[in-house]
C-alpha cells in the first residue's frame, strides 16, 4: 500500500499502532470470554448451578457471538474498522456495568438464571464486533509479507486476555465478588475503545498508485461476482477453523472444572495451569506467524497442528483411563494430568493466526472482514456447543469420553483446514524451488 507521509497518522509506522488498537480490543473482550470461564468454579458456587447449568451459561456468551460475528463483519467491509470497533466495545462496556449491577451475586441475593444469561448472551452479541474488524484492518495496514506475522500478533490476543482472566479473575471473584469482575471488565473494554479511536483509521492510499504488487495479484485472483459467503474453499476452510477450535474450548471452559473434580488440584495449581496454556499460546502464535511467512509454509503447519492435537488429546484421554479413580493418590500422575492437559491446551491453541491469514488472503483484503466474521461464527457457534455438551459427555463415560471426543474433533478438522490438493501444491512448489535454485 502506499501510504502519504504527511501526517504521524500516516506513517508507515502508523500500522503498528493499528496493529496495537487491535490487539488491545481482541484481548479486552478475550478476558471476558475466556477468563469468565476460569472463574467456572466459583461461579458455579456462586450463583448456586450444576454442573449441566453452567456448561449452558458458560456457553451462552460463545452463542451471542457466534449469532453477532458475520453482521458484524459485513457490517465491517461497509462502514470501516473503527466505527464497528468503536461501536461494539462501547456497548460491550455498558452491558457489563448492567450485570455488574443486577446480575452479580451477593450474601443476600443469588439473581436469577435468566439474568445471568441475558447478560451473558448480550456480551457476546455486542463483542463479536472486535474480531472481523481488527482482522480487517490488519489486512488493510499490512503488506502480503508481513500478515502472517501481524495476523498472528493479533490473535495473541486472545491468549494474552485469556492468560489475564485466567491470572486475575479467580482472585477478583473470590475476594471482591463478580460485582467487582464485571466492572474490571468494563473497564478494559471503555480503555480499549479508547485506543480504537485514537490510533484506528483507514490506511491512506495515493489515488493513482497502485496498492502493491501483492495487492494488485490477491485482486486479480479474487472472483469477480461471487464473495466469501458464495465461495466453497472459504467455507472448507471456516469449517475447519470451527472444528479445530472444540478442543480447545474443552480445555478453556471446562480445563478447571477436569483439574479440580478428577485431578484434585488447588487453585494455586489451576491457575497456574491455565495461565501456562494462555501464555505458551501466545509464543507459539507469534513464532507460527513468522515462521510460515518466511517459509510460506501455512498449509504443512496447519496439518502438523492438527495431527499432534489428535495425539496429545487421544494420550489424556488414555491417561485418564488408565488412573481410573485414583487421580489423587499419586503426586506424579496428577503432575502428569497437569503436563498432558497444558500441552495440549498450548498445541490446539497454535495454530490461528496463520490458519486466519490462510483465510483472508483466499478472500482478499477487501472483503476480509466477511471472511473472517464467517469464521468467528463457527467458532463461537462451537464455542457454544462445546460446554454445553460436555457434561452430558461426562455423564455418559466420563472424561475419557470428553478427551476422546476432543481427539476425535482435530481429525476431522485436519483435512478441511489442508486438504490432499493443498498439500500436494505446496510439496510441488517447493520441488520446484529447489530446482531452480
Same mark, same amino acid.
Given at each position: 500500500?502506499?501510504?502519504?507521509?504527511?501526517?504521524?497518522?500516516?506513517?508507515?509506522?502508523?500500522?503498528?499502532?493499528?496493529?496495537?488498537?487491535?490487539?488491545?480490543?481482541?484481548?479486552?473482550?478475550?478476558?471476558?470470554?475466556?477468563?469468565?470461564?476460569?472463574?467456572?468454579?466459583?461461579?458455579?458456587?456462586?450463583?448456586?448451578?450444576?454442573?449441566?447449568?453452567?456448561?449452558?451459561?458458560?456457553?451462552?456468551?460463545?452463542?451471542?457471538?457466534?449469532?453477532?460475528?458475520?453482521?458484524?463483519?459485513?457490517?465491517?467491509?461497509?462502514?470501516?474498522?473503527?466505527?464497528?470497533?468503536?461501536?461494539?466495545?462501547?456497548?460491550?462496556?455498558?452491558?457489563?456495568?448492567?450485570?455488574?449491577?443486577?446480575?452479580?451475586?451477593?450474601?443476600?441475593?443469588?439473581?436469577?438464571?435468566?439474568?445471568?444469561?441475558?447478560?451473558?448472551?448480550?456480551?457476546?452479541?455486542?463483542?463479536? $464486533?472486535?474480531?472481523?474488524?481488527?482482522?480487517?484492518?490488519?489486512?488493510?495496514?499490512?503488506?502480503?509479507?508481513?500478515?502472517?506475522?501481524?495476523?498472528?500478533?493479533?490473535?495473541?490476543?486472545?491468549?494474552?486476555?485469556?492468560?489475564?482472566?485466567?491470572?486475575?479473575?479467580?482472585?477478583?471473584?473470590?475476594?471482591?465478588?463478580?460485582?467487582?469482575?464485571?466492572?474490571?471488565?468494563?473497564?478494559?473494554?471503555?480503555?480499549?475503545?479508547?485506543?480504537?479511536?485514537?490510533?484506528?483509521?483507514?490506511?491512506?492510499?495515493?489515488?493513482?498508485?497502485?496498492?502493491?504488487?501483492?495487492?494488485?495479484?490477491?485482486? =486479480?485472483?479474487?472472483?469477480?461476482?461471487?464473495?466469501?459467503?458464495?465461495?466453497?474453499?472459504?467455507?472448507?476452510?471456516?469449517?475447519?477453523?470451527?472444528?479445530?477450535?472444540?478442543?480447545?474450548?474443552?480445555?478453556?471452559?471446562?480445563?478447571?472444572?477436569?483439574?479440580?473434580?478428577?485431578?484434585?488440584?488447588?487453585?494455586?495449581?489451576?491457575?497456574?495451569?491455565?495461565?501456562?496454556?494462555?501464555?505458551?499460546?501466545?509464543?507459539?502464535?507469534?513464532? $507460527?506467524?513468522?515462521?510460515?511467512?518466511?517459509?510460506?509454509?501455512?498449509?504443512?503447519?496447519?496439518?502438523?497442528?492438527?495431527?499432534?492435537?489428535?495425539?496429545?488429546?487421544?494420550?489424556?484421554?488414555?491417561?485418564?483411563?488408565?488412573?481410573?479413580?485414583?487421580?489423587?493418590?499419586?503426586?506424579?500422575?496428577?503432575?502428569?494430568?497437569?503436563?498432558?492437559?497444558?500441552?495440549?491446551?498450548?498445541?490446539?491453541?497454535?495454530?490461528?493466526?496463520? =490458519?486466519?491469514?490462510?483465510?483472508?488472503?483466499?478472500?482478499?483484503?477487501?472483503?476480509?472482514?466477511?471472511?473472517?466474521?464467517?469464521?468467528?461464527?463457527?467458532?463461537?457457534?462451537?464455542?457454544?456447543?462445546?460446554?454445553?455438551?460436555?457434561?452430558?459427555?461426562? =455423564?455418559?463415560?466420563?472424561?475419557?469420553?470428553?478427551?476422546?471426543?476432543?481427539?476425535?474433533?482435530?481429525?476431522?478438522?485436519?483435512?478441511?483446514?489442508?486438504?490432499?490438493?493443498?498439500?500436494?501444491?505446496?510439496?510441488? =512448489?517447493?520441488?520446484?524451488?529447489?530446482?531452480?535454485?
Amino acid at each position: 500500500m502506499i501510504h502519504s507521509t504527511s501526517s504521524p497518522s500516516c506513517s508507515p509506522r502508523h500500522r503498528w499502532k493499528v496493529l496495537a488498537a487491535g490487539v488491545a480490543a481482541n484481548a479486552a473482550f478475550s478476558v471476558a470470554f475466556s477468563g469468565i470461564p476460569m472463574t467456572a468454579v466459583l461461579m458455579r458456587t456462586g450463583y448456586q448451578l450444576d454442573n449441566a447449568t453452567l456448561g449452558l451459561v458458560l456457553g451462552l456468551m460463545g452463542l451471542g457471538i457466534a449469532v453477532s460475528e458475520l453482521p458484524w463483519g459485513l457490517l465491517t467491509d461497509r462502514w470501516g474498522d473503527r466505527p464497528v470497533l468503536l461501536t461494539g466495545l462501547g456497548s460491550t462496556a455498558i452491558a457489563l456495568v448492567a450485570m455488574a449491577l443486577w446480575a452479580a451475586p451477593s450474601a443476600q441475593h443469588v439473581p436469577g438464571l435468566g439474568w445471568l444469561g441475558a447478560g451473558l448472551l448480550l456480551v457476546g452479541l455486542l463483542g463479536g $464486533s472486535v474480531n472481523g474488524a481488527s482482522g480487517r484492518a490488519v489486512m488493510t495496514w499490512f503488506d502480503a509479507g508481513e500478515r502472517g506475522l501481524a495476523m498472528s500478533i493479533r490473535q495473541t490476543a486472545v491468549p494474552l486476555g485469556g492468560g489475564i482472566g485466567a491470572l486475575v479473575l479467580p482472585f477478583v471473584a473470590l475476594h471482591f465478588g463478580f460485582a467487582a469482575l464485571y466492572g474490571l471488565l468494563a473497564l478494559l473494554c471503555a480503555l480499549s475503545a479508547a485506543m480504537s479511536w485514537a490510533w484506528v483509521h483507514e490506511p491512506p492510499v495515493a489515488p493513482d498508485a497502485p496498492r502493491t504488487r501483492a495487492g494488485v495479484a490477491e485482486a =486479480a485472483a479474487m472472483p469477480k461476482k461471487s464473495g466469501p459467503l458464495r465461495d466453497a474453499r472459504v467455507w472448507r476452510i471456516v469449517l475447519g477453523i470451527g472444528i479445530l477450535c472444540a478442543p480447545q474450548f474443552a480445555v478453556l471452559s471446562f480445563g478447571t472444572v477436569f483439574l479440580h473434580d478428577f485431578g484434585h488440584a488447588g487453585l494455586a495449581t489451576i491457575t497456574a495451569t491455565m495461565v501456562f496454556v494462555q501464555v505458551g499460546a501466545m509464543a507459539m502464535r507469534v513464532w $507460527s506467524g513468522r515462521w510460515t511467512d518466511r517459509r510460506r509454509n501455512r498449509p504443512a503447519y496447519l496439518r502438523a497442528c492438527s495431527a499432534l492435537s489428535v495425539l496429545l488429546f487421544a494420550g489424556l484421554a488414555v491417561l485418564v483411563m488408565a488412573a481410573g479413580t485414583h487421580a489423587a493418590d499419586s503426586a506424579a500422575l496428577r503432575i502428569a494430568l497437569v503436563g498432558l492437559l497444558a500441552a495440549s491446551g498450548v498445541c490446539v491453541s497454535a495454530w490461528h493466526g496463520v =490458519a486466519y491469514t490462510e483465510l483472508a488472503t483466499l478472500a482478499g483484503a477487501a472483503r476480509a472482514g466477511t471472511a473472517l466474521g464467517m469464521a468467528n461464527t463457527s467458532v463461537f457457534l462451537v464455542c457454544f456447543i462445546t460446554p454445553f455438551s460436555i457434561p452430558h459427555l461426562l =455423564a455418559l463415560q466420563g472424561w475419557p469420553l470428553v478427551w476422546l471426543a476432543a481427539s476425535a474433533c482435530a481429525l476431522v478438522a485436519m483435512p478441511l483446514l489442508v486438504p490432499r490438493a493443498a498439500a500436494a501444491d505446496q510439496k510441488l =512448489a517447493k520441488t520446484a524451488l529447489s530446482r531452480s535454485t
